[in-house]
């Protein structure tokens, strides 16, 4: 059963490093969660450790430039990890072999900006690239219009790079944008051959770990997304904290809160999470 918090320092002693999902738990975007700053602050002080684990197609700076500019301290975090920076660290030591690709980006000169210091080549035309490189998509698409590029691409057996697994982000005003991991579960539908990076695959767990020197310490995953978060938390061994107001709010019954949530995990195919907190407090 999913024990309900009241606030995070009511756990923050039992672990070694507390890791934050970024979108939908810390901020929306362009803002702070209430009290995510705070809370944020007063576990620096008493000395925990906090990393960020984001399924960001960009790289770990600029993550680490947008939660400043957002509002959190610098300083804050120990290390911010993002899938785009899985991805970039295995295109740079040679792991990916196409070189030539068609870009999809949440706005223009993202992907340019991601592949600072990588030998590879942008075209605007999908039947001259050797593979899609997927790191965001504008906050404004729908995934119908997507379908004549993802027919294309299937019909030419093109691998994507899917920089971020999240098929949907919150943003203000509780709207949700769609993100890279809808198109590509919708390539892989068609047969695509799709390549995942970030949560919930255990290779940017593991990493982690081994970026901050940590390996099986006792790490816990603080996420909104059920998916991702939680079901990546468990694979890594990790315990977890499932924030009720980020992507599944819909399906929380105020009447039946830990009924809602095995409801959720079972829907899920995925263990039901460690802890639940209503936002990050």
């Known amino acids: 059963m999913t024990f309900i918090l009241e606030s995070l320092l009511d ?7 507390l890791v934050f999902d970024q979108w939908g738990v810390l901020h ?3 803002d702070p969660y209430p009290q995510a700053v705070d809370i944020l602050i007063e576990l620096r002080r008493r000395g925990h450790f906090m990393a960020v684990l984001s399924n960001s197609g960009r790289r770990a700076r600029p993550n680490e430039e947008l939660i400043e500019q957002i509002g959190f301290p610098r300083g ?3 290390r911010v990890m993002s899938s785009g920076e899985a991805l970039w660290q295995d295109m740079s030591a040679g792991r990916i072999a196409e070189q030539i690709f068609f870009k999809v980006e949440r706005k223009p000169g993202d992907a340019e900006q991601f592949a600072r210091g990588l030998k590879v080549e942008f075209v605007s035309q999908i039947q001259e690239a050797e593979a899609v490189l997927l790191l965001g998509v504008p906050d404004e698409s729908a995934i119908e219009e997507w379908e004549d590029s993802l027919n294309e ?3 030419l057996g093109l691998p994507f790079y899917c920089a971020n697994p999240d098929r949907f982000s919150p943003r203000p005003g509780g709207k949700l944008a769609l993100q890279p991991g809808s198109l590509a579960y919708a390539y892989k539908d068609r047969g695509g051959p799709v390549t995942f990076y970030g949560k919930p695959h255990l290779p940017v767990f593991s990493g ?5 020197d940590m390996i099986g310490g006792r790490f816990l995953m603080i996420g909104d997304s059920l998916e991702h978060d939680i079901a990546g ?3 890594a061994g990790w315990d977890s904290v499932f924030v009720l ?3 599944h709010k819909s399906g929380i019954d105020e009447n039946d809160v830990p009924g809602s949530i095995e409801n959720l995990a079972i829907a899920h195919g995925i263990k039901p999470p460690t802890f639940a907190i209503r936002e990050a407090k």
């Open 208 to 212: 982690l770990e081994r970026a901050v």
């Open 11 to 17: 756990i923050a002693d039992e672990y070694d490093a």
């Open 28 to 30: 929306n975007g362009t």
């Open 76 to 78: 804050l975090f120990g």
């Open 245 to 247: 107001g980020g992507l």
């Open 233 to 235: 938390a468990s694979t």
């Open 153 to 155: 691409a299937a019909a």
